[in-house]
């Protein structure tokens, strides 16, 4: 069993499906295994993880030590004079503890989940596809890095110093738990490193031809109003500026995706010697009608019913018109012969 999570012994293509399944065991056995390490870690050096997840609080008291000043206003003097962070029970600082080695764990692991997916799904794919695997795997593992370091550096400080704002305004003395805070800055980075995937999400499904790249651009209005409510979802206040911006850098992600989408979908059309783009597949063929006119023309006309004119030579030469027979008398045995 440890060799096998180790090093396989035969080459995927080789395998059976029984085998693929205990491959993808092995798999997620491996991906459990290094953020459980992330997580023995995070415990390990338990002093400076909080120490670490500590920084956006700091940042909000004081703007001058953040990396984005600019992007920060005046902190409320009821946030400068707050001391450091309480907790009142017990269960609260093991609370604290595994949030902080829960973020410790996934942050490790994610790159070796990434490694894990790509490795799996590698021998379903064509030379060209694998060579496209390795830029879609860093770019979903930069993606999630940008927003989670995003939530990290500026939306929470923020909201930090908006909730603040609010709490003086309304005559209130806030006094910060030590568990909320860290969950708080742990699901607010998870989040939204992971609603930065969503381009890429897309790029899958109309790589897949599941959706039409024209389609997901004709609906931008319904996107931007998801997206909206999206970021709103996430950002614990959604005040105007952080909704704004982080609207804006989505609907870009998006309309870059839908555009990255129809390139990658053209190429692979060519490809496969279909039409470059997949709309054209509702428009009828020109050489399927040429032919059917064709048939038509040869096909031999067959009188209709109400026709009064007849193919007999001999009813052309008395003037067109058909000659009645009168019906044979009563004995008359000529009608049979």
Known sequence: MLTNIIRRNRPRSEMTFLEHIDDLRISVIRVVIVFGIGMLAALVFYKETPWLLGLPLEWAKYPERSPIAFALSDPDPGLVSMGELKEFTFMGVWKVLM?????????????????????????????????GLIPFCLAALVLFIAGATLAFVWLSPMSIQIWQHFAAGMKMEVTWQASDYYSFVVMMSLLTGLTFQFPLALIVLMWLE???????????????????????????????????????????????????????????????????????????????????????????????????????????????EAKSTPPPADGDLSSLD
């Open 99 to 131: 949030y902080a080695a829960f973020g410790v764990g996934v942050a490790v692991a994610s790159p070796v989940f990434l490694y894990e997916t790509a490795r799996f799904v590698g021998p379903a794919l064509t030379e060209r596809e694998k060579r």
């Open 210 to 320: 599941l959706v039409r790249p024209k389609t997901l651009l004709k609906s931008w209005r319904g996107m931007l109003v998801g997206i909206m409510v999206l970021v709103a979802l996430i950002t614990p206040i959604a005040e105007p500026l952080s909704l704004i911006v982080m609207t804006s850098v989505l609907f870009g992600f998006y309309i870059a995706a839908v555009f990255i989408g129809m390139y990658i979908v053209r190429r692979k059309r060519l490809a496969r010697g279909d039409k470059p783009n997949p709309e054209d597949d509702d428009l009828p063929d020109d050489d399927d009608e040429g032919d059917t006119v064709e048939v038509d023309a040869d096909r031999p006309r067959r009188p209709s019913s109400g026709d009064t004119t007849s193919s007999d030579p001999a009813s052309k030469a008395s003037g067109g």
